[in-house]
């Protein structure tokens, strides 16, 4: 079932910037499976390079984000930082690296049980914060709380949820009335 809104969510996103971009988006399910499984294939995707994985977004990042910015990212507290950036370098990171098409740094992401875009991009931001103070980057623990969250939050939107239409009927009567 997860699978199936991520889909659905993917198509959507894939539409709106097919669309800006002048692309024609996919129209069947299909389209988008084929489109999907060549693009995480890609080392590079309109002009920009993919990382393959965690690591190599790191050393990605560290390339990207010039020394003085990597010095006042470094000295502020991590939650901080990950709330600080999430607007930008996150937003940066969310679009360039294909995590709504699908790309193979996101596919990777996908397989390790991380699902959403924005997810992803906290998940490397703490990373980069952790490997620049030389702190252990705790992938497992990081997933881990993701799940948490997740899990979290859905099980909020469903005791918020509203009741669409809700039917009495009198007990020990049979649908004729007697």
Known sequence: MKGKKWL????GM???FGQALGQKPPETEKEFDEGYQ???QMEYIDGVYIPKDLSDALVQLSKLVDRESRAKFKSVPEEEAIHKLHFSLGRWITLNWGFYEGSRLSHGLRQMGVYHPEDMARLIIRS???SLNQRPIDLKG???AIQAEQKKRLE???QKGDILYEEKRPLGRDSSGQ
Not at 8 to 11: G, Q, T
């Open 14 to 16: 894939s539409l709106i």
């Open 8 to 11: 659905f969510l993917l198509f």
């Open 156 to 158: 909020e939107r469903l």
């Open 38 to 40: 060549r693009r995480i």
């Open 128 to 130: 980069f914060h952790r």
């Open 142 to 144: 990081q997933i881990e």
